[in-house]
């Protein structure tokens, strides 16, 4: 596949990028997550269509496996399509699934809509960055595109964070008005995206999908071998994958914890609201974590971590009362933890890559990270489902601490070293 400029002139060609840019922070504010939703998704999913939290993690476990059986069939179309289409069929198969959301009944219905949402999700993917990227890049450099992006990521956050308050109130009303509002708000942004211009057309090359699944079968292979052969990579996906098995359980648990309380669902999005805005400002820390740790960042973090879900779980088996405040100290901690280990993860992730290595790392982790992912979180519903969240908390602390112990001392002189530091076989890769 070769990337065409579509303009004759390059009058139209810098018209077409400045409407793009313009457009770009607007649309990211609307569609960047889904606004009026995550805030009130544990209310929706427990008090509305009746599943259990225990239900909720085992639909949160196949959702990995579903991103990475749709990430081929969305390669290829995005391919076929161009990035405008893409980014507008992405849309509009995430107003398919707002919608099924709505009417579908039950844990089978949410199961089926986060089959749709996955291709969704990997179709329109990054298409609306890489049409901001190709109206802002300038030759050798990135151009606007920081500061564009970074304005429609401010907008969203003024925007996320009025909806998050906004949502439980409409909740208390109607458990599907939140649901509503967010699918109005998915066709706005489907709307708006209609409105970018392509800046290059693709050309399709001979054979070009019969290639392109023998290229995706080839970065398969390698990322396993990769895996298989690279003890520093493998250390750091297996440690990603528990991480972010950590986070999903753990966001779970956190909405079963609320209720067990008490919590009320127009206080339940304000304190998600709070957290998402603790969340933001904590992440701008990283590179200060990163500087003093060093190769021990992800112990500093992930100790962090489970020592408040511990005390978590200790502090709702003694039954106290008024417990709330110090439960949601400890739930601010989670989430300014993991805001931290998003950035961090994603950087140690691509360390030592080159353009040829890159994408086929991203593959590796994407993979890998999911699969453990999926395993864990499948199992902790099981675990919900037969227990009360007292118990789950506590012994799920107990687990990933040891977990992290061990895999920790697996990385002690393979991730996070200076590259002089590292085994050469290790920073490799094909």
Known sequence: MKAIPKYKTKKEETQAKRKNAKLFPIYKMFSWDLLFFYSTQYLFYTMVKGITPGEILKLDAFFPLFIIVMQLPATICADFLGRKKSLIVGNLIMVLYIFLLIVLPGMIGIFIANIVYAFGYSLRGIQATNILYDSTATKGGEGLYPKINGKGATGYYILDGVASLIAGYLFVINGYIPMIICLIFTIIATIISTRFQDIYVNRLEENEISNKIKEYKE???????????????????????????????????????????GVKPEMFSMINAIFTFLAGIASAFQDKIHKKFRNKSFTFLSLIFTTSVIIMGALLLTGMNNILPMILVLLAIRNITMSNYYVLSERYSKNFSTAKTRSRISFATEFSTNIIETMAVFLAGVL????????????????????FVLILDYMRTRVGLKPEEYDKKDIELE
């Open 219 to 261: 970065d398969f292979k390698i990322s396993i071998k990769n895996i298989m052969t690279s003890k520093r990579l493998r250390a750091l996906l297996i440690f990603m994958g528990i991480f972010n098995a950590f986070i999903t359980i753990t966001g779970t648990y956190k909405g079963n914890v609320l209720t067990e309380l």
């Open 384 to 403: 919900l489902d037969s227990t009360n969240i007292t118990f789950s908390t506590i012994f799920i602390g107990l687990v990933f601490l040891v977990l």
